[in-house]
Nanobody, 115 residues
């Protein structure tokens, strides 16, 4: 089992920055990839970014150049640094971990960007 806990969400003005963190615990050795997803009211869940155990990263085109995903292996934490935030970035951001044939989700953290 893997437990994921997100933090760092909040209210920010357009153009501002936030840093989200996803702390993983439990059987973290089984994780192959950790990703961030988001879901705005009335919208489907959208993949935002992911980082693999080998370190390679991918970021959605909608946030490329503004969001960066990174990890701290010593702390078992994956971060999502968000710059130049836009009102359309408003959503609940969730952390996802996959590995060992399983998928895990965190509870999510709300990000609200005011115009």
């Amino acid at each position: 089992q893997v437990q994921l806990v997100e933090s760092g969400g909040g209210l920010v003005q357009a153009g501002g920055s936030l840093r989200l963190s996803c702390a993983a615990s439990g059987s973290t050795f089984s994780i192959n990839v950790i990703g961030w997803y988001r879901q705005a009211p009335g919208n489907e869940r959208e993949w935002v970014a992911s980082i693999e155990s080998a370190g390679s990263t991918n970021v959605a085109d909608s946030v490329k150049g503004r969001f960066t995903i990174s990890r701290d292996n010593a702390e078992n934490t994956v971060s999502l640094q968000m710059h130049s935030l836009k009102p359309e970035d408003t959503a609940v951001y969730c952390c996802n971990a996959r590995g060992g044939g399983h998928m895990y989700w965190g509870q999510g953290t709300q990000v609200t960007v005011s115009s």
